[in-house]
């Protein structure tokens, strides 16, 4: 009887999977052979694309027949799912740049609801058709379409910087706006927001445009853009240059004394007003003036400045008055307060001896002015000279002699004493 053979054989399974060479060479071989199959054959896949935009075609001819889309949002956010087969080969050059989808509304031809089909276009990359588009149609809302003009208005919010004024802001009176006749009908009017706290010297501003019913109640409409001059200018306060602004003369024997006025409010633009420190009114006519009077003024403006409105009147006090006149005048020197038996009196050149009631026969030379009217009546007992001793015991003492005027000359006169001006009273 044979012996056994100690050596067992391994299955050809167990060999190929402990073998790791015979491994690589069975992948790279089928690897091969996938590829040759498939070179030889091309077969189709299939591609979806999502999220391909809608364009809509033939809006313009469609407004041209008298018609449009209701809501616009509606017909331009639109997207849909487009699936493709492609060969093999061409499967890679596939992608949202190869496909285009439109609806077109040109062929509308009323008002009311209209289904669209979404036309799909495939670029010329191969062997590509079409498998299904979802969806596959549109429905969408025809209106007439209308034009009309409607008010436009300005809303403001917050206030102009400080030194700033907006005097008459330019814009236009309306708008035109064209659309879907369910909105157009409602709209009452366009408003343009202005934030005044924005603004500078000079500004304007331009914006879309929002729009409401007779109710004052936002309507959504697509926004008209519209600009608007705020013509804001920078306020100034400068002094008013009367004095220059005066013509002729007074009635012979009178004189303009002063004009009061006060400071006036300018406003322009920075370049026209900046080197402005003072304005001249027109003409203040003096002519055959007697009387003080006020004058309201007015002012012809340099170019692009312009008076603040609003502000109180500028008016002008003018004060007219006579012209002066002076007299001179020589009056007895009387002393009051003496309070000695004796007293002698000295002006530097005569030595007098002063009476018990106080009378002298000094004489110090006055000179008054005043008014004409009121000097031409002056006399004698209207201006008094004293020396006043009040309260002196017996010395010798250097004083002021002064002058008193009567009642009727108080207002609007003055006295000077030219000479004696410093007299020398001993008492004892």
Not at 187 to 215: M, P, Q
Not at 259 to 279: D, P, R, Y
Not at 321 to 333: A, D, G, I, M, N
Request: aromatic fraction near 4%.
């Amino acid at each position: 009887m044979p012996k056994p053979d100690k050596k067992q054989r391994r299955p050809i399974g167990s060999y190929v999977s402990n073998n790791l060479l015979l491994k690589v060479l069975s992948f790279v071989f089928a690897v091969v052979l996938w590829s040759f199959v498939i070179s030889q054959t091309n077969p189709v896949r299939t591609k979806t694309l999502t999220d391909i935009p809608i364009t809509v075609t033939g809006l313009d001819k469609l407004q041209r027949a008298g018609y449009t889309v209701r809501d616009s949002d509606a017909a331009n956010g639109l997207h849909v799912t487009v699936r493709v087969n492609a060969s093999h080969s061409h499967y890679r050059f596939v992608d949202k740049n190869t496909v285009s989808a439109t609806i077109d509304l040109s062929q509308i031809t009323n008002d009311g609801a209209a289904t669209l089909p979404v036309l799909v276009t495939l670029a010329n990359v191969g062997d590509v058709s079409l498998v299904s588009v979802t969806p596959s149609t549109v429905s969408l809302a025809i209106d007439t379409f209308l034009t009309k003009e409607v008010p436009l208005k300005l809303e403001t919010t917050g206030d102009l910087p400080d030194g700033l004024i907006s005097l008459a802001p330019s814009y236009p009176e309306t708008v035109s706006i064209s659309g879907a006749g369910y909105y157009v009908e409602r709209i009452a009017s366009a408003i343009l927001d202005v934030n005044l706290s924005a603004l500078t010297d000079g500004a304007s501003v331009s914006g879309l445009c929002r729009f409401a019913d007779e109710s004052n109640n936002a309507i959504k409409f697509t926004g008209v853009r519209v600009s608007a001059d705020m013509d804001v200018m920078t306020v100034k306060e400068v002094s008013v240059d009367a004095e220059s602004a005066v013509t002729g003369t007074p009635k012979a024997g009178y004189q303009l004394a002063r004009i009061t006025v006060g400071k006036v409010m300018l406003c322009g633009h920075q370049s026209a007003i900046e080197s402005l420190t003072a304005l001249t009114p027109d003409a203040i006519d003096l002519t055959g003036k007697s009387d003080s009077f006020s004058v309201p003024l007015t002012f012809t403006m340099p170019e692009g400045v312009f008076l603040v409105p609003d502000q109180d009147p500028i008016d002008a006090q003018i004060e007219i008055t006579e012209e002066p006149l002076s007299v001179s005048l020589s009056r007895p020197l009387t002393i009051t307060g003496l309070g000695t038996p004796h007293a002698r009196l000295t002006d530097g050149t005569t030595t007098l001896t002063v009476s018990e009631n106080g009378a002298t026969s000094l004489r110090v030379h006055v000179t008054i002015t005043g008014p004409r009217s009121l000097l031409d009546s002056i006399t004698g007992e209207d201006v008094i000279v004293r020396l006043a001793l009040d309260g002196r015991g017996a010395g010798t003492y250097e004083l002021t002699p002064s002058v008193a005027l009567s009642t009727a000359l108080a207002s609007g006169v003055t006295a000077q004493i030219t000479s004696p001006t410093r007299l020398t009273v001993t008492l004892y």
